[in-house]
C-alpha cells in the first residue's frame, strides 16, 4: 500500500519493508530516503510500475536481476478459487497426489497455497526454492520436497508450462510426467469402460 508521503510504499506482509524513491534510485529496503537496502534500480520514474530500468540485488555484491519488475495490479488477482492437477503419472507412480487443490488464503514465498483433503489426509500445492510441489507438509527453512513437481516461477499453477512436470518415484528419482497439467476446470469424465464403470476422471482410459 501507499502512505501519504509521495513515492514511499509499504509492504503489506511485512510492515518494516519499503519500496521508497531518493535521489534516482528506487529501493526495497528498511529505512525510506537512505540509499541502502536489498534491492534497487536506477530509474526516474514517477510511479514504481513505470520503471523500466533494470533492478540490482545484493548478494554480497550488487548483481543484475533483469527478470524482476513491478507491477501495479497483482499477479495473483486473478488465481482461481480451485486448481486440478490432472492426466497419468509414469506407471501410475504417485497417481494418489493428483486431483482437485482449494486454494486457501495464506501466502507461502508470495504465492497461494492450495489443499486437497482426502479422508484425513491433507496434500499441499505449494511453491518453494524455484518449484510448484505437491507434497503432505509444507517446506521449512530453504529445502522442499513432494510427490510432483513442475519447475517454474510462474504466479499461478495453472500458469505452469504444460509439459515439465515430474513425479517421485523411490526407485528412479524423479521422472518425466508430460501428461500431468493443472487446470481450472473439473475435466470431464471419461467414457465408461466395457463393465460400465468410470475410472478416475484425471486418468482417461487406455
Request: contains cysteine; glycine residues 10%; neutral net charge.
Amino acid at each position: 500500500k501507499r502512505t501519504r508521503r509521495a513515492k514511499v510504499y509499504t509492504f503489506t506482509s511485512d510492515p518494516s519493508r519499503f519500496l521508497h524513491y531518493s535521489r534516482g534510485r528506487w529501493w526495497v529496503g528498511a529505512t525510506p530516503g537512505e540509499w541502502s537496502g536489498y534491492l534497487y534500480v536506477e530509474d526516474d520514474a514517477a510511479t514504481p510500475d513505470k520503471i523500466t530500468a533494470t533492478w540490482k540485488v545484493y548478494d554480497g555484491e550488487w548483481l543484475d536481476a533483469p527478470n524482476l519488475r513491478c507491477v501495479a495490479t497483482s499477479p495473483l488477482a486473478s488465481a482461481a478459487a480451485e486448481v486440478f492437477i490432472v492426466g497419468k503419472t509414469p506407471g501410475g507412480v504417485n497417481s494418489g497426489s493428483l486431483g482437485k487443490f482449494v486454494r486457501g488464503a495464506d501466502l507461502l514465498n508470495s504465492r497461494y497455497v492450495y489443499r486437497k483433503v482426502t479422508g484425513g489426509n491433507v496434500s499441499y500445492l505449494f511453491y518453494a526454492i524455484g518449484s510448484w510441489w505437491v507434497g503432505d507438509s509444507l517446506p521449512r527453512g530453504s529445502s522442499a520436497g513432494g510427490y510432483v513437481r513442475v519447475e517454474t516461477d510462474a504466479w499461478l499453477p495453472e500458469l505452469a508450462p504444460a509439459h515439465g512436470w515430474l513425479v517421485a518415484s523411490s526407485q528412479s528419482g524423479w521422472l518425466a510426467a508430460p501428461d500431468i497439467r493443472c487446470v481450472t476446470s473439473a475435466p470431464a469424465p471419461p467414457d465408461p469402460r466395457s463393465d460400465g464403470k468410470y475410472i478416475d476422471a484425471s486418468s482417461p482410459p487406455e
